[in-house]
């Protein structure tokens, strides 16, 4: 199943202008310990997704709000020349199709 | 009797339940009205709002101008003055004018005079200021008690000289040190948006757990609501709780959407790092009160060892042309990264400057990858393409020279297996150069180690009216 699919809510967003931040929602229990269990959803899988180390992807997944949150380095500042996105909230297409 | 003194009569020692309300996480881009209006009517003991975030990017600090309008910020601030006056309780703003330094301060001062004269207002006002001192940062810089907080260019002494704005985060302390003085309004230059709703309940002795946690979910108004909107949003702050309610009675604060909203442009859920301390929530409970209200306890303050203010700073890059085309031609699509890559070349050649030193022309092209840096081409090339070229010079005029001699030579750029050799792009309107002003950078987004917090955001106070 694609992560569109499973999710309630794939957004992503600055945190901080050094920063991009994706947040992963899900409807219940059982879809966000689906998608918390996948390899597809690893520092290491994902990094690729985005031409990044996997030192510069962080998962942490957020019970209270059955939501798993990736924190990316910007390989640009926001605003600096040559970033594509200021306020950063259109970085989420390359995770819509990962296999879950 | 001052604002702060009857607040202290009121709910002074944490007895009574604190009624706080977030008019605006964005002031200057509308305040709806009634649930403006509701908000009021619920007899609130202080009135927020924040007007400013590094998100819309490094222009506006770096510039001094504001994001928002002219016309809307006076229409919203005239909305929260004469609102906050109406029933006689303190009303606070958070980093005025969208980059918090000199001149956004000025601009909302002014207009906060005006507004007043104009609708007879009279009230004590204490502004806060957030530009940093520049031996400050550099003292810091030389003891190295300034890190980046991620990746970005080296920011040493001459970095500090060079910013056109330099500005510190305040933190709560700042915002009590204001109050203190009795002014019943408060507009803050560069500020931590909880800091606006966090300083009365730390001055009255609420427990700062809940009342930071509070603070920092109420700044965004009722973003933390499903549907999240940008309505007035209550908060009803009782000792180790408290209650969110939107003051739209179509936006519910349910304990999914409060929780989910810690995750929001945060690159931690779990803590909010704060001048004074740090915001822990990972023991915070979200329960219904009922389906329109969420009641939320459980959140500890954890008091810094050392206080800490990050540092935000932007540095002119300099002026900027944007060129924009588009093309529906196969073989152009098909070749463009190759196209364009000819072109910065015959464009450095003709104009007779060096490339990445006296100029930057850069090009997105949408279609294929203007919005994300995909690492992998489309598998199916798109239909058409839009072409963002961008020329920045340290002047107009060489900016404009770089931008007009692409477009003509990428009009007619005679590349391998060309068909439409009349002309490459097609224009929406012309000029298709257009001249997009400055061009800035952030060159700090930095957390300084700092032993007075007082000295760094100086309070200053007047009478209006």
């Known amino acids: ?100 | 009797m001052s604002a702060l003194d009857r607040l202290r009569a009121e709910c002074g020692g944490a007895r009574a339940a604190l009624r706080v309300i977030s008019a605006s996480g964005q002031l200057g881009y509308g305040v709806p009205e009634a649930a403006f209006a509701e908000g009021l009517r619920r007899r609130p003991h202080v009135i927020g709002a924040d007007m400013g975030s590094t998100d819309p990017g490094p222009y506006y600090l770096g510039a001094g101008e504001l994001a928002t309008s002219d016309e809307m910020s006076r229409k919203d601030l005239r909305r929260l003055l004469v609102g906050a006056r109406s029933i006689g309780v303190p009303l606070i703003i958070g980093t005025a004018g969208t980059g918090g330094a000199r001149p956004h301060l000025e601009t909302v001062l002014a207009m906060v005079r005006e507004i007043a004269r104009a609708e007879g207002l009279k009230f004590r006002m204490a502004a806060i200021r957030a530009d940093l001192p520049r031996d400050v940062v550099k003292a810091a810089v030389r003891a190295k008690r300034i890190r980046p907080l991620g990746k970005m260019d080296a920011f040493g002494e001459a970095e500090v000289d060079g910013a056109a704005h330099l500005v510190g985060q305040m933190g709560t302390e700042a915002f009590v040190r204001a109050l203190e003085t009795g002014a019943e309004v408060v507009i803050a230059g560069r500020a931590c948006d909880t800091a606006i709703y966090a300083a009365i309940p730390s001055l009255l002795g609420f427990p700062m757990g809940p009342a930071m946690h509070m603070a920092k979910i109420v700044e965004c108004a009722s973003l933390c609501c499903v549907p999240g909107g940008r309505d007035t949003m209550l908060a009803t702050l009782e000792g180790d709780s408290f209650v969110l309610e939107s003051m739209n009675p179509k936006r519910h604060a349910t304990p999914m959407s409060v929780a989910a909203h810690s995750l929001y442009e945060q690159s931690d859920p779990h803590r909010v790092h704060e001048p004074e301390g740090t915001l822990n929530v990972e023991s915070a409970r979200y329960e219904a009160v009922d389906s329109h209200r969420t009641r939320v306890s459980g959140a500890r303050w954890e008091p810094a060892r050392r206080f800490t203010v990050k540092v935000e700073g932007a540095t002119l890059v300099g002026e900027r042309v944007a060129l924009i085309a588009g093309s529906s031609d196969p073989r152009f699509i098909a070749n463009i990264g190759t196209i364009l890559d000819e072109m910065s070349a015959i464009v450095a050649d003709l104009v007779g400057r060096k490339p990445g030193v006296d100029y930057q022309l850069s090009f997105r092209v949408y279609g294929i990858d203007g919005v994300v840096a995909w690492p992998k081409p489309p598998a199916v090339p798109p239909r058409e393409v839009f072409v963002l070229g961008e020329a920045v010079a340290p002047t107009l005029a060489l900016a404009l020279t770089v931008a007009k001699t692409t477009k003509q030579y990428l009009l007619h750029h005679g590349f391998a297996g060309r068909l439409s050799t009349a002309g490459n792009l097609a224009f929406p309107f012309t000029p298709p150069e257009v001249v997009a002003g400055r061009a800035y950078r952030f060159s700090a987004y930095h957390v300084m180690e700092v032993d007075d917090l007082a000295a760094l955001f100086p309070v200053e106070v007047e009478e209006v009216g």
Request: glycine fraction near 6%.
């Open chain 1, 1 to 100: 199943m694609k992560l569109m699919d499973l999710a309630r809510v794939v957004r992503s967003k600055n945190a901080g202008p050094l920063k991009i931040t994706l947040d992963l929602m899900f409807e219940d229990e059982a879809r966000y310990q689906r998608a918390l269990q996948s390899p597809a959803l690893s520092p290491g899988a994902i990094a690729p997704l985005y031409g990044l180390a996997r030192s510069q992807v962080e998962v942490i997944p957020y019970r209270p709000a059955l939501a798993i949150k990736v924190v990316m380095d910007r390989t640009v500042p926001s605003g600096s020349l040559g970033d594509r996105d200021v306020y950063g909230a259109q970085q989420h297409a390359p995770l819509l199709e990962v296999e879950i």
